[in-house]
Structures are given as structure tokens and as C-alpha cells.
């Protein structure tokens, strides 16, 4: 298990993102396709944000990457999707014509945690390590 390392923290916080193209028009081919996985990179990168996977498919992107504590799942979403639609614009005069409402990307965005605990060990590493008291449900180390 590989951690990052903050000033003060040590962390894995991994988030699987899936969003769309408005429409789910199928505009993400070619150089457009491209451009969105370099603007994607560059805004994770300047934010310390790895991209661990990605995808970018013809009308929708997956990312999986690791963040900061520091960072909201929202935060990550509003720069990605911010970034890439306002500079796609710039850069690709023809999707004006087709996006005519200046939104690139649909509204929403799909997120999960990606974690190598599940629910169930950390219970049980909790119940092993001490002797708990019947009584307590929230108990404290003697």
C-alpha cells in the first residue's frame, strides 16, 4: 500500500470520476479528444492531484485519481470541468456551433471512493484491538 505524504498528513484518497458531454453528443474524437486529456493532466497536475487511470471515451471522461485531504471530490470537478470547457471553446471554434449555450459538459458528474478497506476489517481491526466493554459502542484505549 503506497501513502502520499502531506506536511503533517500521510494519505490515500483515491476518487473514480465519470462525467459527460452535454447532450451526450459524441464530440470527444480526434483532436478534441486529445486536447481534453491534456487539459485534464495539466489541471490535476497544478493542483498535486495524480491521475492513477483515465479514459476519455467519445462522449464522456473517466478518471481515477488520488487527492489531497485538502481537496473536495466537488473542488477536483468544478476546476476539471471548468478548464476544459472554457479552453475547448477557445481553442475549437466549431463546438460553439454546437454547444451554442456555452455548458460543454452536462451538469453533474458521477464519484466513488477507491480504497483497499472495506467497512468490514476495519471493524474487525477496531473489535481486536483492545478488549472492548459489551456496554460501548464508541470505546476509549485504556
Known amino acids: 500500500m503506497e ?3 502531506g506536511s503533517h498528513t500521510k494519505y490515500k484518497i483515491e476518487y473514480h470520476f465519470v462525467w459527460v458531454t452535454k447532450y ?3 464530440v470527444l474524437v480526434g483532436d478534441l479528444a486529445l486536447r481534453v486529456r491534456e487539459l485534464v493532466r495539466q489541471t490535476c497536475e497544478r493542483h498535486e492531484i495524480q491521475i492513477l487511470r483515465g479514459v476519455v471515451s467519445k462522449d464522456h ?3 481515477l485519481v488520488s487527492a489531497p485531504p485538502s481537496i473536495s471530490p466537488s473542488t477536483i470537478m ?3 470541468k471548468g478548464r476544459t470547457s472554457r479552453k475547448l471553446f477557445e ?3 466549431h463546438v460553439k456551433k454546437r ?5 460543454f459538459w452536462a451538469r453533474g458528474y458521477f464519484c466513488v471512493t477507491a ?4 467497512k468490514e476489517m476495519i471493524e474487525e481491526y477496531l473489535a481486536h484491538h ?3 466493554k459489551p456496554s460501548d459502542r464508541f470505546d476509549i484505549e485504556p
Open 115 to 118: 480504497g483497499e478497506l472495506t
Open 99 to 103: 454547444y451554442w449555450g456555452r455548458h
Open 3 to 5: 501513502y502520499r505524504q
Open 91 to 93: 481553442e475549437f471554434p
Open 130 to 132: 483492545f478488549e472492548p
Open 61 to 63: 471522461v473517466h478518471i
Open 24 to 26: 451526450r453528443y459524441h
Open 78 to 80: 468544478r476546476w476539471v
